[in-house]
């Protein structure tokens, strides 16, 4: 083990956490964020990064003062790919707020602007930016250029880069899912090695787009592997509480998604024990569950002492004071499991934490529970854990 999971769960913002205010955020115990994650692309567009500069930074203007990490707006190439045009300059967008599809407002994002934004907002951790092709894309040609472009860009951010003092740029690993001998990502790997004294920090992108877990767990192993011990390693856009735990063990400190928050605005709980962990408090099976989420839990919903009930009531009727209650809870969740995690790596005994997490959300066929998915079980043989070693 050499990762110590030392800040995690991040929650992607245009400046405000939907359904919760900085405030509650910051004095929560139960929540406790350590950092957030601010889009560059949202803030770009409204209300500006020069704004944002002008008044302070996004700590200030915020009202926040942990940690913000910013990403570069490469990660809407993928999500709005309809709207984007790549080229060796940089993407350019149309404009998504702009009703006419025809219109000429375009937004030409080169890394020098990203860079450049990312200093207006002020964040700790800035991503440089990358040239991202869909995991699932078919199209070896592709994958290749992107592969070479994301280290000639990410040579273009650093030269922009104005604040290296205070402002960390991290690096992204891209090669699509080529881990082979002489493949895509040893490639990249390769040439951020070349480039290490200028990098803190690196994160492993271009997954979490559909492919499969398999191939996923795969280019996660590798790239940790590759990257040095002494720098954090942030794995963008997973957060499902198993991958957290399965890539935790393969080595990654980071994570961030939407999934905690997403989900609890659709009135899915996240709670401990038997796969998938989670509740689906819409569902009828709760109108007279007199229980709360998760006995012990601290968040808003469980310490209110919000029966499982009750919310399913007000998720029914569509009240936004269950969007908040599900929001806090889930987050308050997340950051339970990674403080966990990372109270288990910083005691040496990671491989019990997994063997048990493992052990309660997968009982076995023979006690009818689910059979542990052969991805995990390859994964966290490939981290040296043996599943079958965790039952004796
Ligand atoms: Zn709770």
């Known amino acids: 083990m050499t990762n110590y999971i030392y800040l995690l769960c991040m929650f992607r ?102 860079i450049t934004h990312q200093n207006n907002i002020g964040s700790d951790i800035m991503m440089a930016l990358d040239d991202v092709v869909s995991s699932v894309a078919d199209n070896d040609e592709r994958f290749e250029i992107a592969t070479y472009r994301t280290l000639r860009w990410l040579d273009r951010c650093f030269a922009a880069h104005s604040k290296p003092q205070t402002q960390n740029l991290f690096a992204i690993v891209q090669g699509g899912l080529d881990t082979k001998i002489g493949g895509l990502r040893e ?113 808003a919903a469980c310490k209110g002492g919000y029966s499982r009930a009750r919310l399913h009531t007000l998720l029914k009727r569509n009240n936004p004071l269950a969007a908040e209650l599900m929001t806090s809870h889930n987050i308050a969740y997340m950051m339970y499991l990674v403080r966990s995690m990372r109270k288990a790596v910083m005691e040496d005994r990671y491989k019990d934490y997994v063997c048990n997490f493992i052990h309660d959300q997968f009982r076995g066929s023979e006690n009818g529970g689910q059979d542990v998915p052969e991805w995990v079980q390859n994964a966290l043989l490939a981290a040296g854990i043996s599943l079958e070693e965790c039952k004796k």
């Open 13 to 114: 913002t245009k400046g405000t956490i939907k359904s919760l205010t900085t405030e509650e955020i910051c004095n929560d115990d139960a929540l406790n964020c350590p950092i957030i994650l601010g889009n560059t692309y949202h803030l770009a567009l409204q209300p500006g990064t020069e704004l944002v500069r002008d008044m302070g930074g996004l700590h200030k203007f915020m009202h926040w003062n942990r940690g913000i990490l910013t990403d570069s707006g490469g990660f809407q190439m993928v999500s709005l790919l309809k709207l984007a045009e790549i080229t060796e300059e940089g993407v350019t967008f149309a404009n998504p707020f702009e009703k006419d599809a025809n219109s000429s407002e375009r937004m030409l994002l080169r890394p020098e602007d990203s």
């Open 187 to 299: 490639k990249c790997l390769a040439g951020f090695r070349a480039r290490d004294h200028m990098i803190p920090g690196y994160a492993i992108g271009g997954l979490a787009g559909g492919e499969s877990k398999e191939e996923f767990w795969k280019v996660v192993d590798q790239c940790c592997r590759a990257l040095p011990d002494d720098k954090p390693r942030y794995l963008m856009g997973v957060g499902y509480p198993l991958d957290l735990v399965v890539c935790s063990a393969l080595g990654v400190d980071m994570y961030d998604c939407v999934y905690p928050t997403r989900t609890a605005r659709f009135g899915v709980a996240l709670v401990p024990g038997e796969a998938p962990g989670t509740l689906r408090l819409k569902s009828n099976e709760f109108s007279n569950d007199e229980r709360i989420i998760m006995e012990g839990c601290a968040c």
